[in-house]
Protein backbone atom coordinates (compact mmCIF):
# COMPACT_ATOMS: atom_id res chain seq x y z
CA UNK A 1 0.00 0.00 0.00
CA UNK A 2 3.01 2.13 0.58
CA UNK A 3 2.55 5.04 -2.17
CA UNK A 4 6.13 6.39 -2.37
CA UNK A 5 8.73 4.27 -1.75
CA UNK A 6 12.70 4.51 -1.31
CA UNK A 7 15.61 2.72 -0.90
CA UNK A 8 17.73 2.52 1.30
CA UNK A 9 16.39 4.81 4.00
CA UNK A 10 19.73 4.60 5.59
CA UNK A 11 22.71 5.00 3.34
CA UNK A 12 26.43 5.74 5.26
CA UNK A 13 29.29 5.85 2.86
CA UNK A 14 32.58 7.05 2.24
CA UNK A 15 33.85 10.11 0.47
CA UNK A 16 34.89 9.83 -3.27
CA UNK A 17 32.27 6.25 -3.69
CA UNK A 18 29.43 6.44 -5.93
CA UNK A 19 26.11 5.67 -4.60
CA UNK A 20 22.02 5.57 -6.00
CA UNK A 21 18.77 5.90 -4.15
CA UNK A 22 16.34 4.39 -5.84
CA UNK A 23 12.32 5.78 -5.70
CA UNK A 24 8.73 4.06 -6.70
CA UNK A 25 5.32 5.67 -6.61
CA UNK A 26 2.44 3.40 -7.52
CA UNK A 27 -0.52 6.17 -7.05
CA UNK A 28 -0.09 6.28 -11.29
CA UNK A 29 1.36 9.74 -11.24
CA UNK A 30 3.40 11.75 -14.45
CA UNK A 31 5.40 14.09 -12.11
CA UNK A 32 8.02 12.92 -9.60
CA UNK A 33 10.64 14.87 -7.84
CA UNK A 34 13.93 14.66 -5.83
CA UNK A 35 14.08 17.60 -2.68
CA UNK A 36 17.37 17.77 -0.41
CA UNK A 37 16.21 18.67 3.50
CA UNK A 38 20.01 19.69 4.78
CA UNK A 39 21.30 19.41 8.58
CA UNK A 40 18.77 22.89 9.12
CA UNK A 41 16.18 20.87 7.98
CA UNK A 42 15.56 23.39 5.03
CA UNK A 43 13.95 21.30 2.16
CA UNK A 44 15.22 22.58 -1.59
CA UNK A 45 13.93 20.68 -4.87
CA UNK A 46 16.92 19.36 -6.67
CA UNK A 47 15.14 18.00 -9.91
CA UNK A 48 11.52 17.44 -11.36
CA UNK A 49 10.57 14.75 -14.07
CA UNK A 50 7.09 14.81 -16.03
CA UNK A 51 6.61 11.49 -17.92
CA UNK A 52 10.35 11.02 -17.46
CA UNK A 53 10.83 14.38 -19.11
CA UNK A 54 13.07 16.50 -16.86
CA UNK A 55 11.56 20.10 -16.15
CA UNK A 56 13.00 21.23 -13.34
CA UNK A 57 16.99 21.16 -12.85
CA UNK A 58 18.48 23.21 -9.87
CA UNK A 59 21.38 24.26 -9.29
CA UNK A 60 22.91 21.13 -8.28
CA UNK A 61 26.06 19.58 -9.12
CA UNK A 62 26.50 17.90 -12.16
CA UNK A 63 27.68 15.04 -9.84
CA UNK A 64 23.81 14.61 -9.09
CA UNK A 65 22.16 13.12 -12.34
CA UNK A 66 18.63 11.84 -11.70
CA UNK A 67 17.26 9.34 -14.22
CA UNK A 68 13.29 8.10 -14.87
CA UNK A 69 13.32 4.94 -16.55
CA UNK A 70 9.56 4.68 -16.80
CA UNK A 71 6.77 7.37 -14.98
CA UNK A 72 6.42 5.31 -11.81
CA UNK A 73 10.36 5.80 -11.14
CA UNK A 74 12.41 8.38 -10.20
CA UNK A 75 16.64 7.20 -9.18
CA UNK A 76 19.21 9.99 -8.10
CA UNK A 77 22.85 8.74 -9.06
CA UNK A 78 25.35 10.48 -6.70
CA UNK A 79 29.10 10.36 -7.72
CA UNK A 80 32.64 11.08 -6.24
CA UNK A 81 30.16 11.62 -3.14
CA UNK A 82 31.51 14.65 -1.03
CA UNK A 83 31.25 15.50 3.18
CA UNK A 84 28.43 18.55 2.14
CA UNK A 85 25.89 15.59 0.40
CA UNK A 86 25.53 14.42 3.90
CA UNK A 87 21.48 14.97 3.82
CA UNK A 88 17.75 13.69 4.13
CA UNK A 89 16.88 12.77 0.16
CA UNK A 90 13.09 13.25 -0.48
CA UNK A 91 11.33 11.67 -3.51
CA UNK A 92 7.67 13.06 -4.16
CA UNK A 93 5.04 12.87 -6.85
CA UNK A 94 1.93 14.57 -8.10
CA UNK A 95 -0.39 14.53 -10.90
CA UNK A 96 -0.33 17.36 -13.30
CA UNK A 97 -3.79 18.15 -14.36
CA UNK A 98 -5.96 17.58 -11.26
CA UNK A 99 -5.66 20.89 -9.73
CA UNK A 100 -4.44 20.09 -5.80
CA UNK A 101 -0.75 20.39 -6.62
CA UNK A 102 -0.08 17.84 -3.33
CA UNK A 103 3.04 16.28 -3.50
CA UNK A 104 3.35 13.10 -2.04
CA UNK A 105 6.70 12.54 -0.34
CA UNK A 106 8.54 9.25 0.04
CA UNK A 107 10.05 8.42 3.90
CA UNK A 108 13.28 9.78 2.95
CA UNK A 109 17.00 8.59 2.57
CA UNK A 110 19.47 9.83 5.09
CA UNK A 111 22.73 9.41 3.37
CA UNK A 112 25.82 10.05 5.45
CA UNK A 113 29.39 10.54 3.84
CA UNK A 114 32.22 10.14 5.80
CA UNK B 1 12.11 34.99 -7.04
CA UNK B 2 9.49 33.03 -4.79
CA UNK B 3 10.65 33.33 -0.96
CA UNK B 4 8.82 31.97 1.85
CA UNK B 5 9.81 33.03 5.44
CA UNK B 6 8.58 31.58 8.92
CA UNK B 7 9.88 33.68 11.94
CA UNK B 8 9.40 31.07 14.21
CA UNK B 9 11.90 28.63 14.89
CA UNK B 10 10.73 27.53 17.53
CA UNK B 11 7.47 27.32 19.48
CA UNK B 12 5.52 25.24 22.71
CA UNK B 13 2.46 25.06 24.19
CA UNK B 14 0.65 23.24 26.41
CA UNK B 15 -1.65 20.04 25.35
CA UNK B 16 -5.03 21.72 24.78
CA UNK B 17 -4.03 24.93 24.26
CA UNK B 18 -4.56 26.57 20.76
CA UNK B 19 -1.50 27.79 18.93
CA UNK B 20 -0.40 29.90 15.76
CA UNK B 21 2.50 29.85 13.37
CA UNK B 22 3.15 32.37 11.04
CA UNK B 23 4.03 32.35 7.64
CA UNK B 24 4.69 35.09 5.17
CA UNK B 25 5.65 34.84 1.59
CA UNK B 26 6.99 36.89 -1.72
CA UNK B 27 5.78 36.18 -5.04
CA UNK B 28 4.42 38.45 -7.91
CA UNK B 29 2.17 35.52 -9.02
CA UNK B 30 -1.70 35.96 -8.62
CA UNK B 31 -2.42 32.27 -8.66
CA UNK B 32 -0.35 29.38 -6.61
CA UNK B 33 -1.39 27.16 -4.07
CA UNK B 34 0.05 27.51 -0.15
CA UNK B 35 0.49 24.37 2.31
CA UNK B 36 1.31 23.26 5.32
CA UNK B 37 3.34 20.22 5.64
CA UNK B 38 4.04 18.53 9.09
CA UNK B 39 7.55 16.24 9.73
CA UNK B 40 7.02 14.40 12.82
CA UNK B 41 9.98 12.57 14.12
CA UNK B 42 9.73 10.02 11.70
CA UNK B 43 10.60 12.33 8.76
CA UNK B 44 7.74 11.66 6.93
CA UNK B 45 6.20 14.50 5.11
CA UNK B 46 3.00 14.73 5.83
CA UNK B 47 -0.07 17.52 4.24
CA UNK B 48 -2.00 18.97 6.90
CA UNK B 49 -3.83 22.04 4.74
CA UNK B 50 -4.14 23.42 1.46
CA UNK B 51 -5.04 27.09 0.05
CA UNK B 52 -5.75 27.89 -3.27
CA UNK B 53 -5.04 31.59 -3.67
CA UNK B 54 -8.14 32.21 -5.97
CA UNK B 55 -10.48 31.75 -2.31
CA UNK B 56 -10.90 33.98 0.15
CA UNK B 57 -12.61 31.20 2.24
CA UNK B 58 -9.60 30.38 4.68
CA UNK B 59 -9.31 26.35 4.55
CA UNK B 60 -10.08 23.90 7.62
CA UNK B 61 -9.24 20.62 8.27
CA UNK B 62 -10.47 19.50 11.69
CA UNK B 63 -8.29 21.09 14.29
CA UNK B 64 -5.99 22.81 11.86
CA UNK B 65 -7.02 26.26 9.86
CA UNK B 66 -5.26 28.68 8.31
CA UNK B 67 -5.40 32.39 8.09
CA UNK B 68 -4.70 33.47 4.59
CA UNK B 69 -4.66 37.13 3.99
CA UNK B 70 -3.28 37.41 0.36
CA UNK B 71 -2.37 41.19 -0.10
CA UNK B 72 -0.58 40.75 2.85
CA UNK B 73 1.15 37.53 1.74
CA UNK B 74 0.34 36.39 5.12
CA UNK B 75 -0.69 32.17 5.40
CA UNK B 76 -0.74 31.50 9.67
CA UNK B 77 -1.64 27.87 10.69
CA UNK B 78 -3.85 27.98 13.80
CA UNK B 79 -3.85 24.02 15.65
CA UNK B 80 -6.94 24.19 18.31
CA UNK B 81 -6.44 21.23 20.92
CA UNK B 82 -3.29 20.67 20.37
CA UNK B 83 -2.13 16.82 21.15
CA UNK B 84 0.43 15.45 21.66
CA UNK B 85 1.01 14.18 18.44
CA UNK B 86 1.43 17.42 16.94
CA UNK B 87 4.24 17.96 18.18
CA UNK B 88 6.88 17.75 15.03
CA UNK B 89 8.00 20.27 12.46
CA UNK B 90 5.65 22.59 10.03
CA UNK B 91 6.58 24.06 7.14
CA UNK B 92 4.75 26.46 5.06
CA UNK B 93 5.02 25.79 1.00
CA UNK B 94 4.39 27.54 -2.09
CA UNK B 95 3.54 26.69 -5.42
CA UNK B 96 2.70 28.63 -7.79
CA UNK B 97 0.55 27.72 -11.20
CA UNK B 98 2.30 29.19 -13.99
CA UNK B 99 5.81 28.09 -14.96
CA UNK B 100 7.91 25.46 -13.53
CA UNK B 101 5.55 24.70 -10.76
CA UNK B 102 8.34 24.43 -7.82
CA UNK B 103 7.12 23.87 -4.61
CA UNK B 104 9.36 26.53 -2.26
CA UNK B 105 9.27 25.87 1.70
CA UNK B 106 9.84 27.98 4.50
CA UNK B 107 12.62 27.32 6.70
CA UNK B 108 10.01 25.44 9.39
CA UNK B 109 9.41 25.69 13.22
CA UNK B 110 9.90 22.81 15.21
CA UNK B 111 6.33 22.52 17.70
CA UNK B 112 6.54 20.86 20.81
CA UNK B 113 3.31 20.05 22.67
CA UNK B 114 4.34 20.01 26.52
CA UNK B 115 1.89 17.68 28.73
Known amino acids: DTAVSQTPKYLVTQMGNDKSIKCEQN?????MYWYKQDSKKFLKIMFS???????INETVPNRFSPKSPDKAHLNLHINSLELGDSAVYFC?????????????FGPGTRLTVT | AQTVTQSQPEMSVQEAETVTLSCTYD???????LFWYKQPPSRQMILVIR??????QNATENRFSVNFQKAAKSFSLKISDSQLGDTAMYFC????????????FGQGTRLTINP
Open chain 1, 92 to 104: ASSQSGLGDYEQY
Open chain 1, 27 to 31: LGHDT
Open chain 1, 49 to 55: YNNKELI
Open chain 2, 27 to 33: TSENNYY
Open chain 2, 51 to 56: QEAYKQ
Open chain 2, 93 to 104: AFIPLGGAQKLV
